[in-house]
Structures are given as C-alpha cells and as structure tokens.
C-alpha cells in the first residue's frame, strides 16, 4: 500500500509567487516524522524541512514552511516568493514504523516544480 | 569527514555479472540507508543498519541483492546476476538515527549503475 502520496506530478509557478507542494501519508503508528528533500538537476539530495507528529506548531525554515493537518495526515510544503533555484524535483518522506528506535524513511514519488521567470 | 561518500560514481556491466558498491557515512552516524532510485521517481527503500544491524530489507527485494555494514561503519551492496532492470541509481544515506531531527538523512551523490 501507498504509505506516502504526491498527487502532482509537475507544476509550474510564476517566480516570486507561493507554491504549495501536497503530501499525504499513511501510518497508524502515533509516533511519526515528516521530511522534505529537494533534488534538482545535479542529483543532490537537499534536506529541507522536518515535523514530527507530536510538534504543535508548523515547521519553519526560512522561505520554506510545512502546513501539518494531522487528522487529515496531510504535510504540504509551502515555499514562499519562489525563485528560479527553486526549480527541481521535491520529495516528501516519512519514518514509520512501530518503534522510533527501529524505523525506516521511506518517500514518495515526487514532485517536479518548474519556475517560469 | 565532509560528508557521505559512495564508490564508483558510475558502474556500467553487462548482464549476469555481479556488482559491488561501497559506501562511507558520515563518521559518527549510526544508521546506514541504501535506496534505489530510477529517473523521474522518488528514492525506493532496499535496506538499512543500525550500526553493523541490518533491520529491515524491502520485501521488494530480489535474494540477487545483499548488503553488509561489518564493524558499524562502510557498507557495500552487492548485486549477483545483473539484470537490466537493475540499471538504476543506488542512493546511500546515513543519519544519527536518534529520533526526531536526528533521522534527519545526509545523502551521498550515488552510483550509477547501467546493464547493458
């Protein structure tokens, strides 16, 4: 079963504007972490933002904020006044599993963001 | 240690041969991942450690693909009997593995691996 879902495959966004990248997720474990990556074009794997599911208040990392609706298990970046580096593919990943202690991240299957000047 | 490093860059061989791929983490991490990445999708989970503690290997996973971390500290993935459908980016990445933050991972440039 799909743990972690990215429902848009591509998107494309005026430069200076905000974007919203969706995630959605799956675990019945109560405990859970939530990441996003960024990899443009070179291949790099970027960290962006975390939030764990006890965290009460969004994650904040400078333009980037992740909107956590946890009864909807929904974790969506917000990139705010985006810039032409922004362009890349993005990814949203999950820890699951019973015990924090003995877990694994898994991701899902991305987003490729594309800003137009 | 300026960061997690993975040997080769690109690996190309032809079908039915074995393969090796080495992978040095970031010194004082705990936990090892190994990921398989093809063009347009996301990083797929193959395995990962706990110190020199394999956890869990994807159910995915065909008995052609064996990883070991001996000593807690480099891993190396090997693939036995090459098919082309293995041809792929292996994506290795390590963590401090604490909980919260700390599982935050830090991910190598990856091998490229083409069988032809």
């Known amino acids: 079963a799909q743990k972690i879902t990215q429902t848009q495959p591509g998107m494309f966004v005026q430069e200076k504007e905000a974007v919203t990248l969706d995630c959605t997720y799956d675990?019945?474990?109560?405990?859970?972490?939530l990441f996003w990556y960024k990899q443009p074009s070179s291949g790099e794997m970027i960290f962006l933002i975390y939030q764990g599911s006890y965290d009460q208040q969004n994650a904040t990392e400078g333009r980037y904020s992740l909107n956590f609706q946890k009864a909807r298990k929904s974790a969506n970046l917000v990139i705010s006044a985006s810039q032409l580096g922004d362009s890349a593919m993005y990814f949203c990943a999950m820890r699951e599993g019973r015990y924090s202690s003995a877990s694994k991240i898994i991701f899902g299957s991305g987003t490729r963001l594309s800003i137009r000047p | 240690d300026t960061g997690v490093s993975q040997d080769p860059r690109h690996k190309i061989t032809k079908r039915g041969q074995n393969v090796t791929f080495r992978c040095d983490p970031i010194?004082?991490?705990?936990?090892l991942y190994w990921y398989r990445q093809t063009l347009g999708q996301g990083p797929e989970f193959l395995t990962y450690?706990?110190?020199?503690?394999?956890?869990?290997k994807s159910r995915l996973l065909s008995d052609r693909f064996s990883a070991e971390r001996p000593k807690g500290s480099f891993s190396t993935l090997e693939i036995q009997r090459t098919e082309q459908g293995d041809s792929a980016m292996y994506l290795c990445a390590s963590s401090m593995g604490q909980g919260a933050i700390n599982e935050k991972l830090f991910f190598g440039s990856g091998t490229q691996l083409s069988v032809l």
């Open positions: 675990t019945s474990d109560p405990s859970y972490g």
């Open positions: 450690f706990q110190n020199e503690a394999q956890l869990e």
């Open positions: 010194s004082e991490h705990n936990r």
